[in-house]
């Protein structure tokens, strides 16, 4: 399941950023719902939030690759290893959802040297950066890691415990 999911996140999240790239411009844009949210055209060099976007482009490249390169590893192992910890369904499906986002932003940092964002949310004059399948991929399975660690859990008594 999880190599399933991660795949296809990925896959979406390609199509989508190659739709964006070849069907619009830099910072052309096309209302969805008017006064809330637009598909735009971005490119954004830094991490999230445009964070490093002005720094040096090789040291940026160096630290948002090596950065996303531990968090696969280690997404990676969490969700192979045969822990209790990393057992759970949303434990799980959180894992999978941000090895399939990292996957693709990594993708476009290594192949183009940006990340294609295009989904902005915005009202009035406030803007929230934009955004992509890969980076709502990673926020959700985050959000599932979180409730996942929040949620009670029921402890199961072994029968020796139980006399």
């Known amino acids: 399941m999880p190599a399933l ?4 996140i990925l896959v979406l999240d390609r199509i ?8 619009l411009g ?6 969805v719902v008017h006064g809330w949210l637009r598909i735009v055209h971005t490119e954004n060099p830094g991490a999230a939030f445009g964070v490093l976007a ?16 531990g968090v696969l590893l280690f997404v990676v192992w969490a969700l192979w290893s045969h822990s209790a910890s990393f ?13 399939g986002g990292a ?3 990594l993708y476009d940092r290594v192949v183009h040297g940006t990340v294609t964002d295009f989904i902005e949310v915005y009202h009035g004059g406030w803007s929230f950066p934009a955004f992509n399948v890969a980076d709502s991929a990673i926020t959700v399975g985050a959000c599932f890691l979180l409730l996942d660690l929040l949620w009670p859990r029921r402890e199961i008594k072994h029968a ?3 006399n």
């Open 160 to 162: 020796s415990e139980i």
């Open 26 to 31: 830099d910072f052309d844009a096309i209302p």
């Open 103 to 105: 996957l693709g932003n």
């Open 54 to 69: 002005d720094g040096n482009p090789v040291l940026r490249s160096v630290i948002l690759i090596g950065v996303s390169a």
């Open 16 to 23: 989508t950023k190659i739709e964006i790239r070849h069907s």
């Open 87 to 99: 057992s759970t369904l949303l434990t799980r499906l959180g894992l999978s959802l941000i090895l």
């Open 5 to 8: 999911v991660a795949f296809s």
